[in-house]
T-cell receptor, first 110, second 111 residues
Framework: NAGVTQTPKFQVLKTGQSMTLQCAQD?????MYWYRQDPGMGLRLIYY???????DKGEVPNGYNVSRLNKREFSLRLESAAPSQTSVYFCASSVGEKLFFGSGTQLSVL | DAKTTQPTSMDCAEGRAANLPCNHS???????VYWYRQIHSQGPQYIIH???NNETNEMASLIITEDRKSSTLILPHATLRDTAVYYC????????????FGTGTLLAIQP
C-alpha cells in the first residue's frame, strides 16, 4: 500500500519554464490537497479538491493551476515558474479527519 | 478558527514521557484539537485529535483541560525517532481544507 505518491522528488527549473507536479493516492480518498512549505515556515494550502471534478483555491493559489484527473490523481501545474515558487511541495489526501501526506517535491527555480 | 500557541522548542530524554503543551484559549465548542508532526524533510503525519474527552491511540495520548483552553500531547516513551516538529491545530470538525500548520514545537529527543 503506497499511500500518497509524488513525482518528481527533486526538480530544478529556470525562470519562465513550466512543469507539472504529479500526485496519486491509492487509498480511495475523495479529498486531495496541495501545500507548499517555505524554509522555517508552516505549510500553506495552494489548492484542494473535495471530490473528483471539483477544485477550490486555498491560501496561496496565484501562479498555480490544478487538475483532478480522476479520483486517484491530482496534479499541480506551474505555467511560468518564478523564483518565489522555490519551495517544498506536499500533496495530501484525506478520509474523515485525517490527512495523509506524500514525501514532497523539492523545487528550485533559478 | 481558534489560534493556538505552542513553545518554539522542547527537549526530552530518550525513554521518558514527552509532554507537549498547547494553548487555545479562544477555542469554540465545535472546534476539535488536532495534532500532527513533521519529521525532518518528510510530509506531516497525523497523530491524534479530540473534542473534549481525553484520547489515546497507539502513538500518543491527548489530554484536554475541562475548560478546553489548553491541551497536552503525551508521547509515553520517547525515542530518537520522535524528534520532529509537532503542530497543534484547532479546527471545526470536517473542515480539513482549513487545516493551517503554523510553526509548531520542535521536539528534540536527547540520547
Amino acid at each position: 500500500n503506497a499511500g500518497v505518491t509524488q513525482t518528481p522528488k527533486f526538480q530544478v527549473l529556470k525562470t519562465g519554464q513550466s512543469m507539472t507536479l504529479q500526485c496519486a493516492q491509492d487509498m480511495n480518498h475523495n479529498s486531495m490537497y496541495w501545500y507548499r512549505q517555505d524554509p522555517g515556515m508552516g505549510l500553506r494550502l495552494i489548492y484542494y479538491s473535495a471530490s473528483e471534478g471539483t477544485t477550490d483555491k486555498g491560501e496561496v493559489p496565484n501562479g498555480y493551476n490544478v487538475s483532478r484527473l480522476n479520483k486517484r490523481e491530482f496534479s499541480l501545474r506551474l505555467e511560468s515558474a518564478a523564483p518565489s515558487q522555490t519551495s517544498v511541495y506536499f500533496c495530501a489526501s484525506s478520509v474523515g479527519e485525517k490527512l495523509f501526506f506524500g514525501s514532497g517535491t523539492q523545487l528550485s527555480v533559478l | 478558527d481558534a489560534k493556538t500557541t505552542q513553545p518554539t522548542s522542547m527537549d526530552c530524554a530518550e525513554g521518558r514521557a514527552a509532554n507537549l503543551p498547547c494553548n487555545h484559549s479562544t477555542i469554540s465548542g465545535n472546534e476539535y484539537v488536532y495534532w500532527y508532526r513533521q519529521i525532518h524533510s518528510q510530509g506531516p503525519q497525523y497523530i491524534i485529535h479530540g473534542l473534549k474527552n481525553n484520547e489515546t491511540n497507539e502513538m500518543a495520548s491527548l489530554i484536554i483541560t475541562e475548560d478546553r483552553k489548553s491541551s497536552t500531547l503525551i508521547l509515553p516513551h520517547a525515542t530518537l525517532r520522535d524528534t520532529a516538529v509537532y503542530y497543534c491545530i484547532a479546527l471545526y470538525g470536517g473542515a480539513t481544507n482549513k487545516l493551517i500548520f503554523g510553526t509548531g514545537t520542535l521536539l528534540a529527543i536527547q540520547p
